[in-house]
């Protein structure tokens, strides 16, 4: 294995860990702020973290990081922004409310489901998921139903309201798949966390109740969840997939779920049963059997 893949995996791994962990940090917030707040003070510092790498590659004129694909017609980073930011802010603002109700082992393996969800969306623009992309959904399924579903055949609020995000998190990674050729990545993903902030920040003005004390008591988590989550692991993530194996690639980022659950267990005390580890487990399988089948099938296509 050549050097450079080793690194980008290692980086890989050091990402599925900031972002598994940031469910802790997500969920110890919601202790002295309202979920809405959180996430105003926390994406402002992921989109304002990102500034100096762009400036970094804009200095060295980066053509895989800062030029844009001259077979796209360009689109704005305003434009682009908006649309990416406001999915962001759905399922970001579903996930960090379903976090006041479920553990952060739940939150998740519950979101990592987006990546099943993605391609079954696809259905929608007429596009054939493959034949591996409906098995993981169903081991995903059945994990959803053992993690999630009780005795009485019903789901948590907090487990559902993390569950609809998952939604908005596959439909924010299919308008980055677009937007993504058309404009600056990291241009894009600054102003997309901007956006997100500002539409937290007038929801948290509206419906919560706004104070620097209390802010500063999350300090703590949000400065994890801004700095450490949006700004230092998308960094790594940019950094690593330069030489990451893409098989590598999706079966460590889909790990984050399995660090969040150490990280509940570690931190907040939290246990699975039996029953949940099975679940869990389950759609773990499911999420690198929809990641893998993929790659697979394009290495057999390409060969």
Do not use: M
């Given at each position: 294995m050549k050097q450079g893949t080793v690194k980008a995996d290692i980086l890989l791994l050091l990402t599925a860990t900031i972002w598994g962990f940031a469910f802790v940090a997500q969920r110890i917030g919601m202790d002295y702020v309202g979920p809405f707040t959180f996430n105003a003070v926390r994406f402002a510092l992921g989109s304002f973290s990102?500034?100096?790498?762009?400036?970094?590659?804009?200095?060295?004129?980066?053509?895989?990081?800062?030029?844009?694909?001259?077979?796209?017609?360009?689109?704005?980073?305003?434009?682009?922004?908006?649309?990416?930011?406001?999915?962001?802010?759905?399922?970001?603002?579903?996930?960090?409310?379903?976090?006041?109700?479920?553990?952060?082992?739940?939150?998740?393996?519950?979101?990592?489901?987006?990546?099943?969800?993605?391609?079954?969306?696809?259905?929608?623009?007429?596009?054939?998921?493959?034949?591996?992309?409906?098995?993981?959904?169903?081991?995903?399924?059945?994990?959803?139903?053992?993690?999630?579903?009780?005795?009485?055949?019903?789901?948590?609020?907090?487990?559902?309201?993390?569950?609809?995000?998952?939604?908005?998190?596959?439909?924010?990674?299919?308008?980055?798949?677009?937007?993504?050729?058309?404009t600056d990545s990291l241009k894009l993903a600054s102003a997309q966390f901007a956006i997100c902030s500002l539409l937290s920040f007038l929801t948290a003005l509206a419906i919560e109740t706004i104070s620097l004390s209390s802010i500063w008591q999350a300090a703590v988590p949000i400065l994890y969840g801004g700095l450490g989550s949006v700004g230092i692991a998308y960094t790594l993530q940019v950094i690593a997939q330069r030489d990451a194996h893409p098989a590598h690639s999706a079966i460590i980022l889909s790990l984050e779920g399995l660090f969040a659950a150490i990280g509940g267990w570690l931190l907040l005390s939290e246990v699975l049963s039996l029953r949940s580890l099975l679940g869990c487990s389950l759609m773990l399988a499911g999420m690198l059997f929809s990641e893998l089948s993929g790659f697979f099938s394009k290495k057999k296509l390409n060969s």
């Open positions: 990102l500034l100096p790498l762009i400036w970094i590659l804009q200095k060295r004129q980066s053509k895989t990081d800062s030029q844009i694909s001259s077979s796209q017609p360009k689109i704005s980073i305003l434009f682009g922004g908006i649309l990416a930011g406001g999915a962001l802010f759905a399922g970001a603002s579903l996930q960090q409310a379903g976090l006041v109700y479920t553990t952060a082992g739940n939150a998740g393996f519950i979101t990592g489901l987006y990546v099943v969800i993605v391609p079954l969306l696809g259905l929608f623009w007429r596009q054939r998921p493959r034949f591996g992309t409906w098995v993981g959904a169903f081991l995903a399924a059945i994990g959803l139903y053992f993690l999630s579903i009780n005795e009485e055949f019903t789901i948590s609020f907090g487990d559902l309201l993390v569950l609809i995000s998952a939604f908005f998190w596959a439909g924010h990674v299919l308008l980055i798949g677009w937007l993504a050729p058309r």
